[in-house]
Nanobody
């Protein structure tokens, strides 16, 4: 059974940085895309960033220029470096995996989800 476990969330002041990590286990995910979503209070879950197994990345407009996604397709891990954080970035952040990067962007086709980690940015 595939399991995604996130770590690295927490409380940070506006302008600060956090690094989220996710480790996948329990399946052959070396050719899967992995990525990050977030869900703000009262809002739908939204795509933030994704990385295909061969290294191609895609970002949402809200993440571009401030967040950087990296991954290791051999170790089935993915990280999200978040810089210049704003209070509006406060959300639960979820790791995800799916066969195609387009699956993640399309969210409804995403195959596997982590449990989520809280990120709180104080003003």
């Amino acid at each position: 059974q595939v399991r995604l476990v996130e770590s690295g969330g927490g409380l940070v002041q506006a302008g600060g940085s956090l690094r989220l990590s996710c480790a996948a286990s329990g399946g052959a995910l070396d050719r899967y895309a992995m990525g990050w979503f977030r869900q703000l209070p009262g809002k739908d879950r939204e795509f933030i960033a994704g990385i295909a197994w061969h290294g191609i990345t895609q970002y949402s407009k809200s993440a571009e220029g401030r967040f950087t996604i990296t991954g290791d397709s051999v170790k089935n891990t993915v990280q999200l470096q978040m810089d210049a954080l704003k209070p509006a970035d406060t959300a639960v952040y979820f790791c995800a995996a799916s066969p195609m990067l387009s699956d993640l962007v399309g969210i409804s086709r995403t195959e596997y989800w982590g449990q989520g980690t809280q990120v709180t940015v104080s003003s």
